[in-house]
C-alpha cells in the first residue's frame, strides 16, 4: 500500500479514536433535580407519583425527582413559598389565603388532582351532633396543618354557626381517629377518606362514622393540586411543563392499574396495609377526583369561573386583605395537551 494511502488511514483512525474518547469522556446530559412534598404519608392515593418515578417518565423529561412524605395538605404550600421544596402536592385553598395576603413570591397551582371538596367533619355515628348548628359548644380536635381546620371559620360563615363557641384542640395526625372514639372531642377535622380508612386501621367501621361535610354547605372548592414555587416557574419552565407531562402519564397508568399504584406505594411504606388503600384510592378517585367537569376540561385543569367563586367565598368568610385573581392561583400553561388529559376515570 503507498505510504500516503497508509498514512491518511492512520491518520483517520487516530482522529477517530480520539473522537471517540472525547465522547465518551463526555458527562451524561444534567437533569434537572426537583425536590417535591406531598400531601401526607405514603398512601395508596399518591400512586401516580411513584409510578411516574419508577417507570421513567421522570426521567425521560431530564429530570430528577426526589418525594418527601408530608404532613399536611396546608403544610406544604409554606414549605414551596419558601423555598425548601420546589413543587408540593398541596392544597389551593392555603395558596388562596398566601396569595391574598403575600402574592408578590407566592407559588402557583399547575395541575388540580382533586377537584371535589373532601373537607369534612367527622362525629361519631351516636352523637347528637348531626348539623352544623349542632357543633356550637362542643369540642373539635385537628392537626395544625389540616385543611379542614384552616378552612373552618370560612365553614362556620358558610353554615351560619357560631365558631367563638366551639373549642378547637390540636392533636397529633395519628391521633386523630383514637381520640374521636375515646371521646376526647366531639368531632375531628379532615379529610374525608383519610379519616375514613384512618379509622378503619384502627379497627373503627365506616357505619361507626357521620360526616358533616363542607361541601354540602355551598363551599364547592378545589383541593389539592401541585403546587410549585415562583423560582421554578420562572428559570426552569420547561422543567415544569416535563413534570406534568409524566405524572399526567402516572396518572393514566394509575387508572389502568390501580393495584400496581398501590404497590408502587408499598415499595416505599412496607408496612401499609395493601388491601385498605387500594380501597382508599378507589374511594378517592370517586369522591374526590371525578367532578363532572373533567369530561370537558380533563383531569388537572380547572373551570375558572368554579375557582373565582371558591375564591370570593375564602376571601369574604375569612376577611383576607385581598382578592386573588385565577391566574395568580392556577396556571394552565404548563399542563399537557387538553386531548391528553384524563376525561373519564372509570
Excluded at 72 to 97: C, H, Q
Excluded at 137 to 160: H, Y
Excluded at 166 to 194: A, C, H, S, W
Aim: charged letters at 25%; a positive charge.
Amino acid at each position: 500500500m503507498p505510504l500516503t494511502k497508509l498514512s491518511r488511514r492512520l491518520t483517520l483512525a487516530l482522529a477517530l479514536g480520539l473522537a471517540g474518547t472525547s465522547l465518551a469522556a463526555l458527562p451524561a446530559a444534567a437533569q434537572t433535580k426537583i425536590k417535591l412534598v406531598l400531601n401526607w404519608k405514603y398512601q395508596g392515593p399518591q400512586g401516580m407519583f411513584f409510578l411516574a418515578q419508577d417507570r421513567g417518565y421522570f426521567k425521560e423529561e431530564g429530570l430528577d425527582v426526589t418525594i418527601d412524605q408530608g404532613n399536611g395538605s396546608g403544610a406544604a404550600v409554606p414549605l414551596v413559598a419558601n423555598g425548601t421544596y420546589d413543587m408540593g402536592f398541596g392544597d389551593v385553598n392555603a395558596l388562596i389565603e398566601l396569595v391574598a395576603k403575600k402574592p408578590a413570591d407566592a407559588p402557583i397551582a399547575t395541575y388540580i388532582m382533586f377537584n371535589q371538596p373532601p373537607f369534612t367533619i367527622a362525629v361519631k355515628a351516636d352523637s347528637p351532633i348531626k348539623t352544623p348548628k349542632d357543633l356550637e359548644g362542643k369540642t373539635l380536635g385537628g392537626a395544625a396543618n389540616d385543611g379542614a381546620l384552616k378552612l373552618f371559620p370560612a365553614f362556620c360563615k358558610q353554615a351560619k354557626i357560631d365558631c367563638s363557641t366551639i373549642k378547637i384542640t390540636n392533636m397529633q395526625p395519628n391521633l386523630r381517629e383514637q381520640m374521636l372514639m375515646q371521646g376526647q372531642v366531639d368531632g375531628v377535622f379532615g379529610y374525608v377518606n383519610t379519616i375514613r380508612f384512618s379509622a378503619k386501621l384502627i379497627g373503627v367501621d365506616d357505619d361507626k362514622l357521620r360526616y358533616i361535610s363542607y361541601g354540602d354547605y355551598g363551599m364547592d372548592l378545589y383541593s389539592n393540586g401541585i403546587i410549585v414555587s415562583n423560582e421554578m416557574v420562572k428559570t426552569k419552565p420547561e422543567a415544569v411543563k416535563g413534570f406534568l407531562k409524566a405524572l399526567n402519564k402516572g396518572v393514566i397508568d394509575m387508572l389502568k392499574d390501580p393495584d400496581a399504584a398501590v404497590a408502587a406505594v408499598a415499595k416505599r411504606e412496607p408496612l401499609i396495609k395493601i388491601p385498605v388503600e387500594r380501597e382508599r384510592l378507589d374511594a378517592t378517585l370517586k369522591a374526590e377526583m371525578n367532578h363532572p367537569e373533567i369530561a370537558k376540561i380533563g383531569l388537572g385543569n380547572v373551570d375558572p369561573a368554579r375557582l373565582q367563586r371558591a375564591i370570593d367565598i375564602l376571601v369574604e368568610a375569612n376577611n383576607l386583605p385581598t382578592t386573588p385573581k385565577v391566574d395568580q392561583i392556577f396556571t394552565p400553561a404548563f399542563l399537557p395537551p387538553v386531548a391528553d388529559l384524563p376525561k373519564k376515570l372509570f
